[in-house]
């Protein structure tokens, strides 16, 4: 008899990450995480041990709606999309292809997503730690 299918990761909005960031803004971490904690997109490290991290949740548009994900990014107060400050802002790209994760070993927050180059991917990671960040505003109609 085959495995039973594991439920998807619930589809988390604004709100439920601007919960997870006011509770990763008071951990103070741990080892298991120390080397994934930066403020905007890193590369996710070739050696790190991914079962660190928990998944719990997903920011992803097909996931919930069944629709291609915009690749449109939102920067209202002029960041980029490497800047510490960008908004965290779910129905924008990056964010809108993002799956979160938690370490297993304190309560610090990850968003994680694989950019898809011509010739390459790299899988980039994310703190979530600043409530502040998250930005609901939602894609303009088309």
Same mark, same amino acid.
């Given at each position: 008899m085959p495995a039973p299918r594991k439920p998807p990761p619930p589809h988390l909005d604004a709100e439920a990450?601007?919960?997870l960031a006011r509770q990763a803004a008071? &951990?103070?971490? %741990?080892n298991a %995480? &120390?080397?994934l904690v930066c403020p905007g997109w890193e590369?996710?490290?070739g050696a790190y041990d991914r079962g660190q991290l928990v998944q719990l949740g997903t920011l992803q548009v097909e996931a919930e709606y069944g629709q291609e &994900?915009?690749?449109?990014e939102h920067h209202p107060r002029g960041s980029h999309g490497w800047s510490a400050d960008a908004p965290v802002a779910p129905a924008w790209f990056p964010y809108n292809r993002c799956t979160v994760w938690q370490c297993c070993g304190c309560p610090r927050v990850f968003l994680r997503y694989t950019e898809y180059g011509g010739y390459y991917q790299d899988e980039r990671?994310? &703190?979530l730690n600043d409530p502040d960040l998250v930005d609901d505003t939602p894609l303009p109609p088309q």
């Open positions: 990450l601007r919960r008071t &951990a103070s971490g %741990c %995480c &120390a080397e590369t996710l490290p &994900a915009s690749v449109r990671i994310r &703190a």
